[in-house]
């Protein structure tokens, strides 16, 4: 089992989920407003409830390629967002994905923090090289969040997905391991350090000097 320790910042915090958050999990997925701009489409009860199904699941699977970890506010543990990591395939690299915080989270503005802890958790314990993310390119609002998550912008890839009945383009951004640590954070840099050199799960050490 590959279970993703607390990953604690200044105004937030991750961890792995748990069953009583279905219900959190569940309104993010069924919200129309919350939904707009993921890449999937709004879910039913019965679809939000095998997803979730599936995300606690993650830990158990090896290699473990994806990580749903619950954003939650300093001081408590209650669910009140969402972040995940997918770790490719090939080579040493790995998307940001699905950052949705509740309308009522104390922790709104702060959302490029969560994507922070997860890079460091990246680039740290599971020795990725290379980072990734992107958001539809009428949503102007996440440009900031990417650049203060550490992020440059890529590139615009055309009508990558298709969500309520229309094809998305969707613009990328990434970060370099080497460049992205030399601007973290001290809590970020607790992270990196904790698991400093170890190649990807499920690669070996070898086969990662290959194709680095």
Not at 30 to 48: E, F, I, K
Not at 111 to 132: C, D, K, S, V
Not at 136 to 156: I, Q, W, Y
Not at 191 to 209: A, F, M, V, W
Request: proline share 7%.
């Amino acid at each position: 089992m590959k279970r993703v320790p607390e990953l604690h910042g200044e105004h937030l915090w991750l961890r792995e989920l748990r069953a009583t958050d279905l219900e959190p999990f569940e309104r993010i997925h069924t919200h129309r407003v919350l939904t707009r701009y993921l890449g999937t489409d709004r879910m039913d009860a019965r679809q939000a409830q095998d997803a979730f199904a599936q995300c606690l699941a993650q830990p158990v699977a090896h290699p473990r390629r994806r990580h749903t970890l619950a954003v939650c506010a300093p001081g408590t543990d209650t669910m009140v967002g969402l972040m995940g990591l997918l770790v490719e395939d090939y080579g040493s690299n790995g998307m940001l994905t699905g950052l949705v915080l509740l309308p009522d989270a104390p922790v709104r503005g702060h959302g490029h923090e969560a994507g922070r802890l997860l890079m460091a958790y990246g680039f740290g314990p599971l020795g990725l090289h290379r980072i990734w993310a992107g958001h539809r390119a009428d949503h102007s609002r996440m440009r900031d969040v990417m650049l203060a998550a550490g992020l440059r912008p890529e590139a615009t890839l055309r009508e990558l997905f298709r969500t309520q009945g229309y094809w998305h383009d969707v613009t990328t951004y990434a970060a370099l391991a080497p460049e992205w640590q030399r601007a973290a954070t001290p809590a970020e840099q607790a992270i990196l350090t904790s698991g400093r050199n170890l190649p990807p799960e499920g690669q070996h050490p070898s086969l990662t000097s290959q194709l680095a």
